[in-house]
């Protein structure tokens, strides 16, 4: 079981830049999947972006090129660096994890989650 905790929402203006943190408790969180997703008021849970155990990436249509996932397994940590951010990127962020399974996109798939945290993007 692994424990996970975001950090580094905020309020940013158009165009700007944030990085968000997922710090885990496990120390074998190298074997997990981790997962972004993203919520917006009145709307549903959406998948961001995935990175595997061994690096490999895979991003959602809207963030291709201003979003990039990356993890240090020395630190138990995955990060989601977010550049050129639009108001339509507001939402409450999620990092989410797994060890088994092939699907990476839906939220039932993702057995641990953090409490998330709070993205704004001011026009």
């Known amino acids: 079981q692994v424990q996970l905790a975001e950090s580094g929402g905020g309020l940013v203006q158009a165009g700007g830049s944030l990085r968000l943190s997922c710090a885990a408790s496990s120390r074998a969180f190298n074997n997990y999947r981790v997962a972004w997703f993203r919520q917006a008021p009145g709307k549903e849970r959406d998948f961001i972006a995935t990175?595997?155990?061994?690096?490999?990436?895979y991003y959602t249509d809207s963030v291709k090129g201003r979003f990039t996932i990356s993890r240090d397994n020395a630190k138990n940590t995955v990060y989601l660096q977010m550049n050129s951010l639009k108001p339509e990127d507001t939402a409450v962020y999620y990092c989410?994890?797994?060890?088994?399974?092939?699907?990476?996109?839906?939220?039932?798939?993702?057995?641990?989650w953090g409490q998330g945290t709070q993205v704004t993007v001011s026009s």
């Open positions: 989410a994890a797994k060890v088994t399974g092939s699907i990476y996109y839906t939220d039932d798939a993702y057995p641990y």
């Open positions: 990175i595997t155990s061994w690096g490999n990436t």
